[in-house]
């Protein structure tokens, strides 16, 4: 049997007005096996340019060291899109976007290139990334990780259905943070 994966950090965003402009909650919840072992906080600007960095700050300043990074989506605060083979490469970890569904991904570039500053850039960024691959009945981008060793880690990190529990809690704790009560499961 392999060895599991000891320490994972879950990274999400807190919940925002349609118009508001400015920066979103940015949690991060560190998991050592079973157990929550801290939280991180933060902010990115909603639809800037600054998840990769925020995320990787995360990590770098914080006095846990994670294994790996699992973030609910590749864009926080909207579309604030992480370049998650930077963010891999910098970290030296690896890094892996989980999604219940695959994303309508002509309705996200024309989002992007209608609506979005820089959505060009920023759909490079998602093309640069991969196609979402399913693995395990959720869907997957993936850097620094192996298909097989992304689907152990999916196996042994979900505990209430098939979200890692890590990205589980970010996201109740991103919610809580930003309206005082977290809205329901993730």
Request: no cysteine.
């Amino acid at each position: 049997m392999t060895r599991p994966i000891k320490s994972l950090l879950g990274v999400d965003d807190g919940p925002f007005a349609p118009d508001h402009r400015g920066d979103v909650d940015l949690v991060g919840v560190v998991y050592v096996g079973a157990r929550l072992d801290g939280v991180v906080l933060s902010k990115v600007r909603r639809d800037g340019r600054n998840a990769t960095e925020k995320v990787a700050r995360l990590v770098e300043e914080s006095r846990f060291d994670p294994k790996v990074v699992l973030m609910q989506g590749i864009a926080l605060g909207g579309f604030n899109v992480v370049d998650i083979h930077a963010l891999s490469e910098r970290l030296d970890r690896p890094v892996l976007v989980v999604s219940r569904r695959a994303p309508n991904m002509k309705r996200i570039k024309r989002a992007l290139y209608e609506h979005v500053p820089g959505g060009a850039r920023k759909w490079r960024l998602i093309e640069k990334a991969g196609p979402m691959e399913p693995v395990g009945g959720l869907h997957v981008q993936r850097a620094g990780i192996s298909l097989p060793a992304t689907r152990r880690l999916l196996e042994e990190s979900a505990v209430y259905g098939k979200i890692p529990e890590p990205l589980r809690v970010a996201h109740l704790l991103a919610g809580a943070v930003t309206e005082g009560q977290s809205r329901g499961g993730a």
